[in-house]
């Protein structure tokens, strides 16, 4: 098979459409329901989700909590410093991290910076990629974690345009997050957006209605944002995430009941499932300890999966490895789900549907 251009993976996207803020409620935020053994579509609310979920079906979530990792700093002359947490070093201090430093630089090695009162940060390396590594003093709690959740704000996509005030950072801290997200791992730069649909009262009539859920831990990085920047899709060096994938998880995507579905909420958790998957022998029983891997698959048309029956997903950026992944989710073994996907894509765009992280959903069957 000759390699695919990422060409193919592009569309023209009316700005208008890129959602600024989310729906005024979780889950009635539009739903495109593609059913892929006829290729009907259907254009339901979110709400509505469970119209089309079976009993013992799984919803499989990750429950990654996103950290108010942005810091709106400054340098001791005055000037204005952004610094992303990305990540902790490896030295075992808490308060030593790699982030991304805006302008970087005007902040070498030696470099401080910080706000008055909260912390002070000095740049102590910087790698190729040009992510620094910093170590934090902090002065209003014990760890940068702990001032970044009184001092941060939320590291929204770039397509999102915020002016930073006290209200948008409320509503963002509440929103760009999901409800069944783990507050005590606060390990993602990004968050899994398409469990951003879920209310706990939906979710309380799924599992009434028999829907179980399982949750697994993928670090959500940066990485997921960053375009396709190579001519052809195979030549693009895909981002690596951490995961962690706990045994009663591990249980239900190795052995599903008989007729059952494994949905997958995201596709960062199709990552993790499908990873996972590769992973573990065949044949073999869950583990009695959560599986803990870095996620480094790459998957496009015309590539199977094996751990996931139906996906929930956001509509996803130009020239993205989320679209390739969603285009070879739609026809398994194929690379007809391109044409297809851009058809799909088509149709929201003429409704009105709204795109990326605070957008609408897709439901794949």
Same mark, same amino acid.
């Given at each position: ?7 193919? +993976? ?24 593609? @059913? ?6 259907? =254009?339901? *609310? ?38 992303? $947490? ?32 909260? +912390? ?8 190729? /990629? ?30 999102i345009d915020r002016q930073h005030t006290p209200e948008e950072r409320a509503a963002d801290l509440e929103r760009y997050q999901t409800v069944y997200a783990d507050r005590a791992r606060q390990v993602a730069a990004a968050a899994p957006t398409a469990g951003l649909h879920f209310t706990p009262e939906l ?17 959500? %990085?940066?990485?997921? +944002? ?5 001519? @052809?899709? /195979? ?30 909420? %995201? ?6 499932? /499908?990873? +996972? ?33 139906? $996906? *929930?997903?956001?509509? =996803? ?16 073994g194929s690379t007809d789900g391109i044409e297809w996907l851009k058809k799909i894509y088509a149709e929201a765009i003429a409704r009105d549907y709204r795109f990326f992280s605070y957008g609408d959903a897709m439901l794949i069957l």
């Amino acid at each position: 098979m000759p390699p695919l251009s990422t060409d193919l +993976f592009d569309y023209e996207l009316p700005e208008r459409l890129i959602a600024q803020t989310p729906a005024a409620r979780r889950d009635a935020s539009r739903l495109l329901v593609v @059913h892929r053994d006829t290729r009907r579509l259907e =254009h339901r *609310v979110f709400a509505e989700i469970g119209d089309y979920l079976r009993p013992g079906d799984t919803l499989f979530r990750n429950n990654a909590a996103v950290l108010p990792a942005r810091l709106l700093a400054a340098r001791p002359t005055g000037g204005a410093v952004e610094c992303l $947490l990305l990540r902790p070093a490896a030295s075992g201090d808490e308060n030593d991290w790699w982030c991304l430093l805006r302008p970087g630089k005007k902040l070498p090695v030696g470099a401080n910076f910080g706000i008055a009162g909260a +912390f002070t940060g000095t740049v102590r390396e910087k790698d190729a /990629e040009g992510a620094a590594r910093v170590t934090f003093a902090c002065h209003s709690a014990p760890t940068i974690v702990a001032v970044a959740n009184v001092v941060g704000e939320v590291p929204l996509p770039p397509y999102i345009d915020r002016q930073h005030t006290p209200e948008e950072r409320a509503a963002d801290l509440e929103r760009y997050q999901t409800v069944y997200a783990d507050r005590a791992r606060q390990v993602a730069a990004a968050a899994p957006t398409a469990g951003l649909h879920f209310t706990p009262e939906l979710l309380a009539r799924l599992h009434g209605a028999g829907v179980r859920s399982a949750d697994l831990t993928l670090h959500v %990085g940066l990485g997921t +944002f960053k375009p396709i920047a190579t001519a @052809h899709v /195979e030549e693009h060096a895909i981002h690596r995430e951490i995961y962690e994938v706990p045994p009663a998880t591990q249980a239900a995507v190795l052995a599903p009941a008989a007729g059952t579905r494994r949905v997958a909420v %995201g596709t960062t958790s199709v990552r993790t499932l /499908e990873d +996972f998957w590769r992973k573990h022998p065949p044949g073999a029983p869950p583990l009695d300890h959560a599986f803990l891997h870095e996620a480094a698959i790459y998957l496009y048309p015309p590539m199977r999966f094996s751990a996931v029956d139906a $996906l *929930v997903t956001n509509f =996803h950026q130009p020239r993205s490895t989320l679209l390739c992944l969603v285009s070879a989710f739609l026809t398994p073994g194929s690379t007809d789900g391109i044409e297809w996907l851009k058809k799909i894509y088509a149709e929201a765009i003429a409704r009105d549907y709204r795109f990326f992280s605070y957008g609408d959903a897709m439901l794949i069957l």
